[in-house]
């Protein structure tokens, strides 16, 4: 290789260098409170409890009655537009197991999976919770709030009782976004993600996709006992746990003109001193 070649070539490799280190400081983590969370509850349940505003969200079964959470985040108000998302976690911190009496011990051994997926019915986390349970604290509220205040999302509608689920429990799409083993550890974090669908998921909902957040589902919904009951934002608050929220953790790249503009310029000035030559 020539010197001329050889320096040129070297140029351009720390330009290139210059150009990812400038990309690179533009990636960034947000974490995300919910924008709205809440229990839906099937079986006996299914025609007049719901709890849009409780302190726990539920996931699975008591003792035949399916209990599926939901959950959103309102992307736009954190990540700024044209970002690509490069990872995102879903964090919910557990405070009870079934058939623990909401004790610290006992109840359902066995470990269940948690799934999450897409929501395709918007719904609104409603107000029935917010006042009437024997709180602070889970007890008492996994059977729901009776009855359900009109807009509250119930097992058949995703507002009550104006706007009904296309099929009872939850309208989602059918193949899941992320899954995760829930054991019996309290006050515990468990995590979702950051799987490929979650990624497109949360992008989609950046770039304009109706966002209607995620539904969790308990592989266990038809066994005696075997929900886990997790901190709704209101939940935390009421018990004074605000790091027990729910929380998204999103990490994203926004393109930095800065750089282009630099390694723009830089092979300009190259062309321009190869001419010369």
Not at 81 to 87: F, K
Request: net charge negative.
């Amino acid at each position: 290789m020539k010197m001329t070649n050889r320096r040129r070539f070297c140029s351009m490799a720390g330009l290139l260098a210059l150009f990812i280190t400038l990309r690179a400081a533009a990636q960034t983590t947000v974490n995300i409170p919910a924008a709205q969370d809440a229990t839906l509850y099937g079986g006996s349940d299914a025609t007049s409890n719901a709890s849009g505003s409780g302190p726990g969200m539920f996931v699975g079964s008591d003792p035949s009655n399916p209990k599926r959470g939901l959950i959103e985040f309102n992307i736009p108000a954190h990540v700024p537009a044209g970002a690509t998302i490069d990872s995102v976690t879903l964090t919910l911190y557990m405070d009870m197991v079934a058939g623990s009496g909401g004790g610290t011990g006992g109840g359902d051994s066995t470990p269940r999976t948690i799934r999450l997926f897409d929501v395709t019915t918007p719904w609104h986390g409603g107000t029935n919770g917010t006042t009437g349970h024997p709180g602070p604290g889970f007890g008492g509220t996994g059977h729901g709030f009776t009855p359900p205040n009109p807009g509250d999302p119930t097992w058949n509608f995703a507002s009550y009782n104006t706007v009904p689920w296309t099929t009872p429990g939850g309208d989602f799409v059918s193949t899941e976004s992320a899954d995760t083993v829930v054991s019996q550890n309290l006050n515990s974090p468990y995590t979702w993600g950051s799987t490929p669908q979650m990624v497109a998921d949360v992008q989609g909902w950046l770039n304009g996709a109706n966002n209607d957040g995620w539904l969790l589902k308990n592989d266990s919904e038809t066994s005696s006992q075997t929900f886990r009951a997790f901190y709704t934002a209101e939940g935390a608050v009421e018990q004074s746990v605000p790091q027990f929220a729910p929380n998204l953790a999103v990490t994203f790249t926004v393109p930095e003109p800065v750089g282009i503009s630099v390694f723009g310029l830089a092979l300009l000035l190259l062309r321009r001193r190869r001419h010369v030559r």
